[in-house]
């Protein structure tokens, strides 16, 4: 299995960005679809997650500013970005748990950079 993310780039305070990372492989079922970051000198967090169920959940910066979502069919997650501040600033990561030949494993993508100037 590989989760290619791409979407990232450069935007000014109060832009929008769109990230996308679609898993590619043999796969029975994604049960959970996120989004991590990692901004310079800090701990990775959780920004969004979304499971099979469509339940979905935020850490509190980016509540009302972010949307994750997913498509089954594609095996594809997005996490619209808007308002975006410049503490946005981060690499972002995919991250989800899938299902292979009855065994649940934790996969990961590349990372794209996300850049919010002032």
């Known amino acids: 299995v590989q989760l290619q993310a791409s979407g990232g780039g450069e935007v000014q305070a109060g832009g929008s960005l769109r990230l996308s990372c679609a898993a590619s492989g043999m796969i029975s079922s994604i049960n959970v679809m996120a989004w991590y970051r990692q901004a310079p000198g800090k701990q990775r967090e959780l920004v969004a997650a979304v499971t099979d169920g469509g339940t979905t959940n935020y850490v509190d910066s980016v509540k009302g500013r972010f949307t994750i979502s997913r498509d089954n069919a594609k095996n594809t997650v997005f996490l619209q970005m808007n308002s975006l501040q410049p503490e946005d600033t981060a690499i972002y990561y995919c991250?989800?748990?899938?299902?292979?030949?009855?065994?649940?494993?934790?996969?990961w993508g590349q990372g794209t950079l996300v850049t919010v100037s002032s």
């Open positions: 991250n989800m748990i899938i299902t292979r030949g009855g065994l649940r494993s934790t996969y």
